[in-house]
C-alpha cells in the first residue's frame, strides 16, 4: 500500500501541523514549500527532528504553484495531495490580483494531480468564505436559511463589497471543482473557519465583514487541532464527498466577540455598549455533514481523543 501523501503548501501553520500529524500516523510525507529557504525554519517548527525514524520520512521539495513541473515532481510517487494556498509573501494583502493568482494556482495543481496516476484523492483547504455571502440578495427569506456546504458565495456580492478573500477563495475553489470533475479527480474540500492560531491578527483577510458575519449569525472560527484531525478524517475515510464545513465554535454573542477582539487588538476595557449586549445570535450554519464523519472516524491524533477536540473553544 502507498502511504506517500504531498502536503502543499507545508510552510503555512496548518501544513506543518499536517505534516509533523502525517508523519506520526507512519506517512511518508512530501512537504511541499514556496520557498525552499524556508527548509531550515520548517525543520525547526516541526520539533520532531530528532526522531531518525519519522525524519527518514520526509522529503522536502520546493513547489512554485506556477510551475507545473516543481508540481509534479512533488506529487511523484504520492497517492494524495493536501493542498492550501499561500498567498505569495511580497504580496500577501489579498485584493483582486491575488484572487487571479489563487485560481491559477489551484487550476495549475489540480491539473498536475490528474496527470499523476499515483493520486487517488486531493483534499482542497477553502474557507467558509466561499459558503456564507450574498444569501441576503438572493432569497428573500434569508433571514431563516440554514448555511451548510451545498451553498456558494455570491462572487457578483463579493466584488461590490471588495471582499476580496471570499472572491478568491471562492473561485479558485470552483476551478478546482471544474477541473476535477473534468478530469477525474477524486477531490473532497475543507472549508474552514477563521482559523485560531498563532498568526492570527486583525489583518487577516477573513475578517472582511466581521460584523456583518456576526450578525448574521455565520460567524465561525476553528481550532488548529480540530482542523488537522478534519482533514485526516476526510482523506483516510473512503467514503468521503464534496465539501465537508470546518469549524468548531460561532461567534454569536458579545462575550465571543470581546474576547476575540481582544486576541486581534487588546482593548483597555470593553465599551458600554458591548456589556450592555446580551442577545444571543440566532445561528444560521451548520458543519453536521463533517461532524458525523468526525464521529464515525474515531481516530486518535497526538494522543488527544475526539471528545477533547470536539470540546468547543475561542
Given amino acids: 500500500m502507498n502511504s506517500a501523501v504531498c502536503v502543499m503548501d507545508a510552510s503555512s501553520c496548518l501544513g506543518t501541523k499536517l505534516v ?28 520532531c527532528d530528532d526522531d531518525d525514524d519519522k525524519m527518514k520520512k520526509l522529503k522536502i521539495f520546493q513547489s512554485d504553484p506556477f510551475d507545473y513541473h516543481s508540481i509534479v515532481d512533488a506529487l511523484k510517487g504520492c497517492c494524495a495531495l493536501f493542498y492550501s494556498f499561500e498567498p505569495p509573501h511580497d504580496h ?5 490580483y491575488i484572487g487571479e493568482v489563487e485560481v491559477r494556482a489551484a487550476h495549475n495543481v489540480l491539473e498536475a494531480c490528474a496527470q499523476t496516476d499515483t493520486i487517488e484523492k486531493v483534499v482542497f483547504t477553502s474557507s467558509a468564505t466561499a459558503i456564507i455571502w450574498g444569501h441576503h440578495e438572493n432569497d428573500q427569506n434569508s433571514a431563516s436559511m440554514l448555511l451548510d456546504e451545498r451553498h456558494w458565495s455570491d462572487i457578483n456580492v463579493c466584488r ?13 475553489e470552483k476551478t478546482a471543482w471544474a477541473l476535477a470533475m473534468d478530469r477525474g479527480v477524486n477531490m473532497v474540500s475543507v472549508n474552514a473557519g477563521l482559523l485560531m492560531g498563532p498568526d492570527l491578527t486583525i489583518k487577516n483577510p477573513y475578517l472582511k465583514g466581521a460584523a456583518e458575519m456576526y450578525e448574521d449569525g455565520v460567524f465561525v472560527t476553528v481550532d488548529l487541532d480540530f482542523l488537522v484531525e478534519a482533514h485526516i478524517c476526510v482523506y483516510e475515510q473512503i467514503s468521503t464527498y464534496g465539501r465537508y464545513l470546518c469549524f ?10 470581546v474576547k476575540l477582539a481582544n486576541i486581534l487588538s487588546p482593548l483597555p476595557s470593553s465599551p458600554q455598549s ?5 442577545r ?3 445561528e444560521r450554519i451548520s458543519n453536521k455533514k463533517l461532524n458525523k464523519l468526525m464521529v464515525e472516524c474515531q481516530p486518535q491524533i497526538n494522543g488527544k481523543s475526539r471528545g477533547m477536540l470536539m470540546k468547543v473553544s475561542t
Fill in 160 to 172: 461590490k463589497f471588495k471582499l476580496w478573500h471570499a472572491l478568491s477563495k471562492t473561485l479558485a
Fill in 248 to 257: 468548531n465554535h460561532i461567534i454569536n454573542q458579545t462575550e465571543d466577540a
Fill in 92 to 96: 500577501s494583502t489579498y485584493d483582486e
Fill in 280 to 282: 444571543i445570535i440566532q
Fill in 20 to 47: 509533523k500529524c502525517l508523519l506520526q500516523r507512519g506517512y511518508t510525507v512530501h512537504a511541499s514549500l514556496q520557498n525552499y529557504g524556508e527548509s531550515s525554519l520548517f525543520l525547526d517548527e516541526l520539533e
Fill in 274 to 278: 458591548m456589556e450592555s449586549d446580551t
